[in-house]
């Protein structure tokens, strides 16, 4: 089984940077879909980003596409997400995620860090 540590997040102004970072442990990940989600007080959670990890293929919503940017590091099983010009409606818990290519469903969940963004 595979487990999900998040770590970074914290409070930046709008038009600032952070980064959220996720590890991997437990199991290979290579077929594997990695994702970070966000849930804003109130709102829905919302998929943000996705990377399939042997192709490094991405999807980004289109709140996000052109600030945010996915990668990840197979040497060290993790997951970065590099949020730039942040916007105060960025504001939100992040969820590291995983789930087999093929399936709809996540089955993974980090614990989750708190991004604030204040204006």
């Known amino acids: 089984q595979v487990q999900l540590v998040e770590s970074g997040g914290g409070l930046a102004q709008a038009g600032g940077s952070l980064r959220v970072s996720c590890a991997a442990s437990g199991r290979t990940l290579t077929n594997y879909v990695m994702g970070w989600f966000r849930q804003a007080p109130g709102k829905e959670r919302e998929l943000v980003t996705a990377v399939t990890w042997s192709e490094g293929r991405t999807h980004y919503a289109e709140s996000v596409q052109g600030r945010f940017s996915v990668s990840r590091d197979t040497r060290k099983n993790t997951v970065h997400l590099q949020m730039n010009n942040l916007k105060v409606e960025d504001t939100a818990v992040y969820y590291c995620?995983?789930?087999?290519?093929?399936?709809?469903?996540?089955?993974?969940w980090g614990q989750g860090t708190q991004v604030t963004v204040s204006s």
């Open positions: 995620a995983a789930k087999l290519r093929g399936s709809d469903t996540y089955h993974v």
